[in-house]
């Protein structure tokens, strides 16, 4: 019994083992097995599209796909009874951000899943209501775990694509893409289901390696060296810029202070020689390209090619934000409803391929009306303000995530909570990150309180022995 007793407080005190990482493993799971089972080939990637809508689910991913969701469910229900049940209710580390998320899964899930002019509500539609909750529960801890799960979830996702390289060479490879910078160079899908999220997966595998490395220096080398090809052969222009911007935001904030340090130590100037060197190099040969480089030509030509086109179209994209326009103005206040961007619908408009809007903002403006889209602005915003208040204490891994979803917001729908896709991916780790800076703060908060009460309290025991003695005489 004595023994019993001496170890309560310690298990009371001991922080709750989390499962929140397991989510990435069991979601890129399912996406890796789903592209195995099908019949995809992306050198007909059109075609594939038409035959996915009326290909039916394999046996194997029918028979898999409830128990994945059970897990998940489980998982993120053990984390919101862990927080609200096991600590006795203890208060939330971000209200904004829970609040800003159900206000988000509300107007653009429930909303017009219950009032859009098609409406439409299944039980799926929940899944991502309970795990962005529990994602917005965790703790430091726990965001570490995670971030080191993506990452090495992530990296066997793209190294059984390139193994699949010589025995699924149409499912991985699209070799008749033409519009890659390098001519002849294939496009690299893997198992995600296009180049384009392949691309955006491997961008955040190489943030992950940033933010956490591997402790071995050649682990390392190898990871690195696998992301990084894999996002240049998926040759995704957005997921490039993203990585670009991301990277140098985290490298700014964790080794800023000390290369400005470096740069202008005139004990060593060695570095900032060799930068400014750099720089007049560049510029010199920016000159260079401008004087004698026909510009005004090449411009010319560009952009009378069909590249050009594609260019200024966005790929063609502006066709699509007029038909999601359209189809608000007909559906102003709750949209059209989930099913928008259909088989049906897509028939209908002419427009095979256009699985969602290629934009966040017009897809929510489509499919959940004003309801949506102002829910989504405001949620954008709040995502926006924590990452820039958490920034530092993260050291700029809430600003590169963000940056990230921002950014394939242009032209993409990385903000989607219809099922648990890949775009659920980066979308976790920037929840999982800004709660896990609120916690930090709020338990440095709550430290440097109790600290000063028992200052206080210190000083208030001491016996004033002035004030006796004088009274005393």
């Given amino acids: 019994?004595?023994?019993?007793?001496?170890?309560?407080?310690?298990?009371?005190?001991?922080?709750?083992r989390s499962y929140m990482h397991v989510i990435f493993y069991v979601i890129l799971f399912m996406v890796a097995l789903a592209t195995l089972l099908s019949k995809r080939s992306l050198d007909s990637n059109a075609a594939y599209i038409a035959l996915k809508s009326v290909e039916p689910t394999p046996p194997l991913v029918?028979?898999?796909?409830?128990?994945a969701s059970l897990l998940l469910l489980t998982v993120a229900a053990e984390r919101i009874l862990v927080q609200f049940v096991k600590r006795g209710g203890t208060t939330v580390a971000s209200p904004a951000l829970l609040g800003a998320?159900?206000?988000?899964?509300?107007?653009?899930?429930?909303?017009?899943?219950?009032?859009g002019a098609h409406p439409q509500f299944t039980h799926d539609f929940f899944y991502t209501l309970v795990i962005g909750i529990a994602a917005v529960l965790i703790t430091g801890t726990e965001r570490d775990l995670a971030i080191k799960a993506a990452r090495d979830a992530l990296l066997v996702f793209m190294a059984v694509g390139v193994a699949l390289i010589p025995i699924k060479t149409d499912m991985v490879l699209d070799t008749t893409y033409t519009q890659g910078l390098i001519p002849g160079l294939p496009r690299f899908g893997g198992l995600a289901p296009s180049p384009v999220g392949m691309g955006a997966l491997a961008q955040v595998c190489l943030v992950c390696l940033l933010a956490l490395p591997y402790r071995r220096a050649s682990l390392n080398r190898i990871a690195w060296g696998l992301a990084l090809a894999?996002?240049?052969?998926?040759?995704?222009?957005?997921?490039?810029l993203c990585f670009i911007l991301s990277s140098g935001l985290l490298i700014a904030f964790r080794s800023g202070p000390s290369f400005w340090r470096r740069f202008s130590d005139p004990m060593r100037p060695e570095l900032g020689v060799l930068c400014v060197l750099v720089f007049i190099a560049g510029v010199l040969a920016l000159a260079l390209f401008l004087i004698f480089g026909h510009v005004d030509n090449r411009v010319v030509n560009f952009?009378?090619?069909?590249e050009g086109e594609q260019l200024t179209s966005l790929t063609?994209?502006?066709?699509?934000?007029?038909?999601?326009?359209?189809?608000?103005?007909?559906?102003?206040?709750?949209?059209?409803?989930?099913?928008?961007?259909?088989?049906?619908?897509?028939?209908?408009?002419?427009?095979?391929?256009?699985t969602h809007a290629h934009n966040q903002f017009m897809d929510a403006l489509s499919r959940s009306g004003a309801v949506g889209a102002a829910s989504f602005v405001i949620y954008a915003l709040v995502l926006?303000?924590?990452?820039?208040?958490?920034?530092?204490?993260?050291?700029?891994?809430?600003?590169?995530?963000?940056?990230?979803?921002?950014?394939?917001?242009?032209a993409?729908?990385?903000?989607?909570?219809?099922?648990?896709?890949?775009?659920?991916?980066?979308?976790?780790?920037?929840?999982?990150?800004?709660?896990?800076?609120?916690?930090?703060?709020?338990?440095?908060?709550?430290?440097?309180?109790?600290?000063?009460?028992?200052?206080h309290s210190a000083v208030a025991l001491v016996p004033n022995h002035g004030a006796q003695s004088r009274f005393v005489s």
Wanted: net charge positive; hydrophobic share 50%; proline share 6%.
């Fill in 1 to 16: 019994m004595t023994l019993d007793m001496s170890a309560a407080p310690d298990m009371k005190s001991r922080p709750p």
């Fill in 62 to 67: 029918a028979l898999t796909q409830p128990i």
């Fill in 101 to 115: 998320y159900v206000l988000f899964w509300g107007g653009t899930v429930a909303a017009p899943g219950l009032w």
């Fill in 230 to 240: 894999v996002l240049f052969v998926a040759q995704s222009k957005t997921a490039w």
């Fill in 303 to 306: 952009f009378s090619s069909s």
């Fill in 316 to 354: 063609g994209r502006t066709q699509i934000w007029a038909v999601a326009y359209a189809e608000w103005l007909r559906h102003p206040v709750f949209g059209y409803g989930p099913s928008i961007w259909d088989v049906a619908f897509r028939n209908s408009v002419g427009m095979p391929n256009a």
């Fill in 384 to 410: 926006l303000v924590l990452s820039l208040r958490h920034a530092s204490t993260s050291r700029g891994l809430t600003l590169a995530l963000f940056v990230i979803i921002a950014l394939r917001s242009v």
């Fill in 412 to 455: 993409e729908v990385p903000l989607s909570l219809y099922g648990y896709g890949i775009e659920l991916v980066t979308h976790l780790l920037l929840l999982m990150t800004l709660a896990a800076a609120a916690s930090d703060a709020r338990q440095r908060k709550d430290k440097e309180r109790v600290a000063a009460s028992r200052r």
